[in-house]
C-alpha cells in the first residue's frame, strides 16, 4: 500500500497514522470523511463562482485558501499543489488559468479519493498498522 | 470535576476549519491537555467571559484571571485567517483585557508570511505555529503555560495569606526581598508584638497592595 502514500499523500497523512491509537482506531477516516465533505462543499462553491461574469478572485481565492488548508491538514499533496497554482492564477486574474487549473484539481481529488477509499479497505482487512505509510 | 482539571492544563483552541479543529484537538489530547475547541474569535472571547463591549477598566484592579471566567483558561491558541475576528484581532483583543491579558496566546498560520509572524509576536504572541501543526510543536507550549499556572497561584495564595505571611516575616525578622507584596516598612521588622501586628495589619490596606499585583501582572 507504499503506493498511495507515494506522491498522493505527504508526511503530513503519516502525521494523521501516529495519532491513531487503539483508544481511538478510526481517527484517520474520521479526518478523511471530514475532508470529503468540506471539500464537496468548496468544489461545488468554486464552480458556481467560476460560473460568474465578470469572475470574482478574491472570492475564488479565498475559497481555494480553504480547500489548500484542509488538504494540506491531511497530507493531500497533489491536490494542495494545484490549490496553489490555481491561487496564482487568481491573484494574476487569469480565469482561463483558474479554470484549467481547477479541472486538473478535480481529476487529483478524484484519484485521492480511489486511492484513501482502497486504503481504508485494506485497513479494515489487515489492520491499521500493516496498513501504514510508514512501518511501525 | 473540576478538581481533575485542575491537574491538566486547559487550552483553548480557535480555528473555522473543523478538520483543523479536529486535528488541534487530537494533538493537544495526545499532549495531555485538557481542550475546549470553538469555531471562531467571538466564540472565544465569550468563552472567556469577556464580552466585545466590555472596555477594561483601568480602576478595578486586576486580580486573578479566574474573575470573569468560569472555567480557567491556561493557553489559547488560534489560527490567524478567520473570517470576521482574525486570530490576530482575537489576539489583541486578549492582550488589552486586563482579566486575560496573562492568558498566553499562540498563533497558527497555513501562510509562512515573515511580517505576518513578526507583528503577532510584537503583539504578545508567544509563538507562532505554521499548519500543519505536529506534535513536536506542541512541546513547546508547557513552558509558557507553566508561567501563568505559577503566577495564578501565587495571586491567589498571596490574596488569600497576606496576612499570615506578613506576620510570620516579621517573627523571622528577615531581609528577603522575597515577598514583594509583603508591605512590611523595614522599621516593623522587629520582635512581634500585638502592637507591631496590629501596624502591619492596618498597613495592608486596598491602595497598598493593589499596585502591587498590577505590577506583577505586567510581568512576563
Redesign the interface.
Known sequence: MTTACKGFLDEQFLQLEELQDDANPNFVEEVVTLYYRDSARLILNIEQALERNPLDFNKLDSLMHQFKGSSSSIGAKKVKAECTLFREYCRAGNGEGCIRTFQQLKKEYATLKKKLEAYFQLARQVGPAETACRPK | MSIAADSKFHVLAVDD????R??IE??LK?SSFQVTTVDSGSKALEFLGLHEDDQSNPEKPSVSPNNHQEVEVNLIITDY?MPGMSGYDLLKKIKESSSLRNIPVVIMS?ENVPSRITRCLQEGAEEFFL??V??SDLNRLKPHMMKTKVKTQNQESNEIQLVEKSEIQSQLQQQQPQSPLSPTPPQQQQPPNNNKRKAMEEGLSPDRTRPRYNDITTVV
Do not use: A, G
Not at chain 2, 17 to 20: G, T
Open positions: 476549519s473543523l478538520i483543523d479536529k486535528l487530537r494533538l495526545i485567517c497555513s499548519k500543519p505536529q506534535l
